[in-house]
């Protein structure tokens, strides 16, 4: 009897660990369900009419793919071009493409293919095919072209028959209903491997709330979390995972400085915002406070820039200008945060003497606005945020820190923008959505994510 329930116990130790690596091994099948507040009319990469925003770029990498790609560090990688160098001083690249790679209408992938698409994209560019490689040409050397490649509004699109926009990447459009669903399946030829699950169902225009209820009722695997509701999130037992800080929050003036008083002015209010107290109480804890553009862990010099309330400072700024205006600031209505920052903003601007009115209107002096930074390389993430505001691009002379931080204090300077903080996109999972987590970007990688038998 001894050594029967010895035998008995090896038998059921080795039964409960074979059963473990089997529930720890990707698992093929299932659909995924995805709900977002993004509600795109299109989906083509380089459509300028649509808003940037992190939902979109990881929409775009479900079906297109880029020249090159980074990893969570930030290097570059191999995508559908298999090598690439840079001559003339970095002023000439060409990257040549992978073989075995076909659009998913079927047509193979080629340089004039993917050269046409890197043109509709930037149309300021030199780009060019040689055989198998794509050429960009610059007038100046571009040490962060690479990276910007790596950026999903470069990806490769050609237009299928249907008309719809064809990509290289692990899903394929089934039925795309603009700005309501988009439902994808799993390709089976994808160049890099099939993907783990078989469809990706997407609902979009789905406020926070309606994505929270959708998840706890099993409706949906993956939701986006406010970044202000996270905390309570996972106090409530949800499984929650948040990128680096990644959105810029900032009050953004809709025009240039014209007299030094609207200097003086606008360094006033700069100096009256509570950033601290906004985010204990407003953002519940959520993301960093910020005076300057770039978040620190990407340029690692973040926390010079002074962002603590000097009220003496500003109210002797403000007793400067004999006529002080009413500004009025604008918000987003359907952003909750932006409303409350910006009533927020104008009773800390009151403390300084200062006149703010809160408006949901289109036109105002300033506005609540959120920039999500294009990439985890800072002179990229700088340069799209001084298009975004209206700004010329900084000028890279080298990359060094210095130069970096010397560009950064050259948008501050023209005292357009007032950071405010910097925010990390934040979703939540279903329990059996294994082998996925946010890349430090934001973005997703679900091609190899899978769904278990069970709740984990």
């Known amino acids: 009897m001894k050594r029967f329930g010895w035998q008995s116990l090896v038998i059921s130790s080795l039964f409960a660990a074979t059963l473990a ?46 020249l090159l790609t980074t990893d969570s560090s930030g290097r570059i990688h191999p995508a559908l071009a298999r090598s690439w160098q840079a001559v003339a001083g970095n002023r000439r690249w060409e990257f040549r493409l992978r073989h075995d790679v076909s659009f998913h209408d079927g047509t193979a992938l080629t340089a004039e293919i993917a050269a046409a698409s890197l043109r509709a994209a930037n149309p300021s560019w030199n780009v060019s095919a040689a055989g198998d490689s794509v050429v960009i040409e610059r007038e100046i050397a571009d040490l962060e072209l690479p990276a910007e490649l790596a950026l999903p509004r470069n990806a490769i699109a050609k237009s299928a028959p249907d008309g719809k926009p ?70 409530d037992g949800r499984r929650v995972s948040s990128s680096e800080p990644m959105e810029l929050v900032a009050l953004l003036f809709t025009r240039d400085v014209v007299t030094p008083d609207e200097k003086l002015l606008r360094d006033a209010l700069a100096l ?101 930074l294009a990439a985890a390389e800072p002179w990229i993430a700088l340069a799209n945020v001084a298009a975004a505001i209206g700004l010329p691009s900084p000028k890279n002379n080298g990359g060094s820190a210095e130069d ?16 405010l903080f910097h925010l990390p996109a934040t979703y939540g999972a279903a329990a059996n959505l294994r082998d996925w987590s946010p890349r430090p970007d934001g973005s997703w990688n679900l091609a190899d994510a899978c769904l278990g038998n069970e709740k984990q």
């Open 21 to 66: 690596a089997a529930q720890a091994r990707p698992q093929y099948g299932d659909t995924l369900h995805v709900a977002m507040r993004t509600a795109p009319t299109t989906l083509h990469p380089a459509d300028s009419t649509q808003p940037d925003s992190f939902a979109r770029r990881n929409l775009t990498l479900l079906m297109f793919e880029t």
């Open 166 to 235: 064809s990509g290289t990447g692990p899903f394929h459009i089934v039925d795309w209903q603009p700005g309501k669903k988009l439902s994808l399946a799993a390709e089976e030829n994808y160049w890099d491997g099939r993907p783990f699950v078989d469809a990706i169902e997407i609902e979009m225009g789905r406020n926070y709330h309606d994505q929270s209820i959708a998840l706890e009722l099993g409706r949906a695997d993956l939701v986006e979390v406010a970044p202000e509701q996270a905390h309570r999130a996972s106090m």
């Open 272 to 372: 009256s915002v509570e950033r601290a107290s906004m985010r204990s109480v407003l953002l519940q804890g959520a993301g960093q406070p910020a005076a300057g553009i770039l978040p620190d862990w990407m340029s690692g010099y973040g926390f010079v820039f002074p962002m603590e309330t000097d009220l003496p400072r500003a109210r002797h700024l403000r007793e400067q200008v004999r006529a002080v205006p009413t500004w009025t600031v604008a918000y987003d209505p359907s952003d909750s945060i932006a409303r409350l920052l910006a009533e927020r903003v104008a009773l800390n601007a009151r403390d300084a003497g200062l006149s703010l009115q809160p408006t949901a209107g289109a036109s105002a002096d300033l506005r609540v606005v959120r920039i999500p």
């Open 404 to 419: 970096l931080y010397s560009a950064e204090q050259g948008l501050l300077g023209t005292k357009r923008l007032i950071p």
